[in-house]
């Protein structure tokens, strides 16, 4: 039976570490690290995450700022939004939460946030100074994953990781995270040949697809440490993952559940970036 990483208690040792963090550069240097979440529109699983992301800003201190837009809002005027907020020394963080209505360009939304204050890591200069070796802001959701595998003392150094899923918010980055830690990395999709064959090459395997629980038993190498980043509905309305927890629990040594996984953790390095990105602006090492 698989060991079960807890995502939950690792993501709040991430906060308890922020909130010390926060508490000194405020009493040493002055400045509160801000973040600002914008929502466009009224998707009520997008509502849920942006109050997580506020109340997880205020466990640690960091000052969150939120601007909630209606769903007919241009693209010029959120643009104009971004605008006003990369010229805010407050923000040091700037988050529009995906997806944006049909009307908007996402690329142009993400291109206009400012490098500098680019707390998801999804601007193209923080993705090829990742690509490069020499990561600036990460993307939340595989930066979590990398530090759930450091916390339970997996190095990945010389192992076979198997990535499903080749996303530029999760898959891409995950496997330009894995290549800097020296792991040997396949990246699967929907056109791959036999996936069941690849993911039973994995040491590490990471399935970050979004159909619930395709990943079944028989595709886990005994052993494996298996990540799930998948947030689905099952047939009864329960979140659930990527993986067939239950089946596969029986094969992996050890695997995240979904919920208390993955999830709380891309919300803890989002405030990792948001400290780290304060402290860059204010020159603090
Ligand atoms: N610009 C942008 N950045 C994002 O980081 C971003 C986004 N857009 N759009 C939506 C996705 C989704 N996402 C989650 C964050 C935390 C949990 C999380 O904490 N989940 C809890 C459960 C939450 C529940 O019960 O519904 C858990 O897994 O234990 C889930 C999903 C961030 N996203």
Not at 92 to 116: R, T, Y
Not at 274 to 280: D, I, L, N, S
Request: proline share 6%; charged share 25%.
């Amino acid at each position: 039976m698989a060991q079960i990483i807890d995502g939950k208690a690792i993501a709040q040792q991430v906060r308890d570490g922020l909130r010390e963090e926060v508490a000194q550069l405020q009493e040493k240097h002055g400045f509160t690290p801000g973040l600002a979440v914008v929502l466009v529109g009224d998707d009520p699983a997008s509502h849920v995450y942006v109050r997580n992301k506020k109340k997880a800003c205020e466990e640690v201190g960091v000052a969150s700022f939120s601007h909630e837009l209606p769903g007919d809002t241009t693209e010029a005027d959120l643009l104009a939004l971004i605008d006003q907020l990369n010229a805010d020394p407050k923000v040091n963080g700037i988050l529009v939460q995906m997806p944006v209505p049909k009307q908007i360009d996402d690329k142009k939304v993400i291109e206009a946030i400012h490098p500098s204050k680019d707390a998801d890591g999804f601007h193209p200069y923080n993705v090829g100074r990742l690509a490069t070796g020499d990561p600036t802001y990460m993307p939340c959701t595989p930066w979590g994953v990398m530090k759930l595998l450091e916390e339970d003392g997996v190095d990945p150094k010389g192992k076979k990781a198997v990535v499903i899923g080749r996303s530029n918010i999760v898959g891409k980055p995950q496997a330009m995270m894995l290549i800097a830690a020296s792991a040997t990395v396949t990246v699967c999709h929907s056109r791959t040949a036999d996936l069941a064959a690849e993911c039973r090459q994995a040491d590490i395997l990471i399935a970050a697809v979004g159909r619930a629980k395709m990943v079944k038993k028989d595709w886990i190498k005994p052993g494996a440490v298996v990540i799930d980043v998948g947030m689905n509905r099952d047939e009864n309305g329960k979140l659930c993952g990527d993986v067939d927890f239950a089946e596969c629990q029986e094969v992996a040594s050890a695997i995240t559940p979904v919920p208390r996984g993955v999830g709380p953790m891309t919300i803890a390095m989002l405030l990792k970036n948001t400290v780290e990105g304060a402290k860059r602006a204010h020159g603090v090492a």
